[in-house]
């Protein structure tokens, strides 16, 4: 089939061919774009939220920018942020709003400010006040187990974006974990989380906890998802050979769906199940009743935080001109590289240990919502999609994967993120950081400016290599750089910081499918081992 090149498909908007052109001629080197001594203008702020983007180091020109800001124009980019905030069915595959925005909007927030309007923001704050009455009542003894004890341990079980969100978060939010010394319940329960409906994932974080102080959380938008319901027949059979049946188990259970006719049917009380509602993406969930285990961890105002945090990103992403909107920015990096310098994949390297898991959620996220090939008007997309998301903690993958970006054959852009305060409580704390951070900057310096053969033949002198060996090694030795990175800095890893940089990542995500003209929220492709899966049940396989 030729490429669909009707007026709302990229091919046919000025700026693509512009760009063409400009990737065609080439771009010079980032060696030769970092030697602009003006090149730090190449960054932007979310005073609000506490971030601040360097993309000096991506591979473009003014020229560039301005193309991309007019691709964004041309796509309608502002117009289909104000549909998602309006609630629009932009969802076209499912006849769907997509209102994970609702969900973190102000309290008492009308107009403009809750565009989503009055019956929206009054259902997302009903349920609010239950989670959060919920997971105060908890971490204060108030609601107890069957026996009358403080809950001390919370196993959530669920799946991709019933997990990796409220895991990733109470990881990265640790800080604000700590079990009081002396009191098993602390300031607030341990919180587990199970995905893996292998025996050993439950196994292993059941075997250290006492039944009748746990609390079992089963979290799925569908309340179907086999992994998931696998795992909670266990966790269930588990409180019930300790003694807690019937009555006794339901103190235990919590339910949180989209889908609480599914949840009562199958036996878990009313009181305990929280929901939210199919406007809401699994992926796109941590902020709603999703969001219980991180909330039980943490506590609820800190939640609240995490929410005014996201909320403070989308005021940013509806308000900033495209030139400082950090999500717009950080889209148009990620079409430049993906469509016009051929990267298919992004890196995502996060610095601080605590968000360790931030890039499997980021994978998620993005690709889940991204990884499509048709277009909203049922067209095969002209163009590539979604990138292969990828990354880690930065500082292990520089000890693993970092020398394939390095001196490999692909060339793969990076997305750093670094933590500019520290807040260890170890007397060493201020070195610890300045070693992390130092690296950071030391990894996307030599990924853009590489070492042309010169100064590797020049370094392996200064080494004291004969002239022979030095003239052997060059190449070797030597850095073709290039690669391009942008780095994102937190003032600080808050709940507020946290949620500012979730919505970022969700509203970069948004721009991209706004630009692809692909719907970011739908997620057929899952479908199709899901439905084997069941043929082949069925069939005795
Ligand atoms: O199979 C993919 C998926 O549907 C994700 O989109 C979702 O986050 C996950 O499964 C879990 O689904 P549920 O919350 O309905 O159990």
Not at 22 to 31: D, E, F, I, N, W
Not at 232 to 246: F, N, T, V, Y
Not at 447 to 456: P, S
Not at 504 to 532: R, S
Request: net charge negative.
């Amino acid at each position: 089939m030729s490429p669909d090149t009707s007026p709302s498909t990229p091919l046919s908007w000025p700026a693509w061919s512009s760009l063409q052109a400009r990737a065609r001629a080439g771009v010079p080197h980032l060696r030769e774009l970092l030697a602009d001594p003006n090149r730090h203008t190449y960054s932007a702020s979310a005073p609000d939220c506490g971030l601040h983007l360097d993309y000096s180091r991506q591979a473009v020109t003014d020229g560039v920018l301005a193309q991309l800001m007019a691709l964004a124009d041309q796509a309608d980019v502002a117009g289909q942020r104000e549909a998602m905030f309006r609630g629009d069915v932009i969802n076209t595959t499912e006849q769907r709003a997509v209102l994970h925005v609702a969900l973190r909007g102000a309290p008492g927030a009308t107009g403009n400010d809750a565009p989503w309007g009055a019956d929206i923001q009054a259902q997302v704050h009903t349920e609010l006040a239950r989670v959060l009455d919920f997971a105060r009542a908890v971490r204060s003894g108030q609601v107890t187990s069957s026996t009358g004890e403080a809950f001390t341990d919370v196993v959530n079980i669920g799946i991709g974006g019933s997990d990796l969100g409220p895991r990733m978060a109470t990881e990265a939010l640790d800080a604000l974990t700590v079990h009081a010394t002396g009191n098993p319940c602390g300031t607030g329960p341990r919180v587990h989380y199970v995905s893996n409906p292998d025996a050993w994932a439950l196994h292993s974080t059941l075997r250290g906890l006492d039944a009748r102080r746990t609390l079992v959380i089963v979290a799925s938008k569908t309340f179907t998802t086999q992994e998931t319901m696998t795992n909670a027949a266990s966790a269930r059979r588990w409180l019930a050979d300790a003694g807690m049946e019937g009555e006794a188990q339901s103190q235990h259970l919590v339910a949180i769906t989209a889908s609480p006719q599914r949840s009562g049917a199958a036996g878990y009380p009313a009181a305990h199940t929280f929901t939210f509602w199919d406007w809401v993406g699994g992926r796109y969930s941590v902020w709603s009743a999703l969001g219980l285990p991180l909330a039980l961890a943490i506590g609820p105002e800190a939640f609240a935080d995490f929410l005014a945090g996201g909320c403070a990103m989308d005021r940013h992403f509806r308000t900033a001109p495209f030139s400082a909107n950090l999500p717009v920015l950080m889209a148009l990096a990620g079409v430049w590289n993906r469509n016009f310098l051929d990267c298919p994949t992004q890196l995502v390297s996060t610095y601080p240990s605590r968000l360790a898991k931030f890039a499997p959620f980021i994978q998620q996220m993005d690709m889940e919502s991204n990884g499509k090939r048709v277009q909203k008007g049922n067209q095969p997309c002209p163009v590539g999609t979604g990138p292969i998301v990828w990354g880690g903690l930065g500082i292990d993958g520089q000890h693993a994967y970092f020398q394939l970006l390095h001196q490999g054959t692909h060339r793969v852009p990076v997305e750093f993120v670094g933590i500019t305060a520290e807040d260890a409580p170890l007397p060493l704390a201020a070195e610890h950081h300045r070693v992390v951070n130092l690296n950071l900057r030391a990894q996307a310096q030599a990924l853009a400016l590489g070492r042309d053969e010169a100064a590797t033949l020049a370094a392996l002198k200064t080494e004291g290599r004969s002239d022979a060996d030095a003239h052997a090694l060059t190449a070797q030795r030597s850095f073709a750089g290039n690669v391009p990175s942008s780095t994102l800095w937190l003032d600080a890893l808050t709940p507020h910081r946290l949620g500012a940089l979730i919505a970022l990542y969700e509203h970069k995500v948004f721009v991209q499918a706004a630009i692809w003209g692909i719907n970011a929220y739908d997620q057929w492709g899952v479908e199709l081992g899901k439905t084997m899966a069941k043929a082949m049940e069925k069939a005795g396989a």
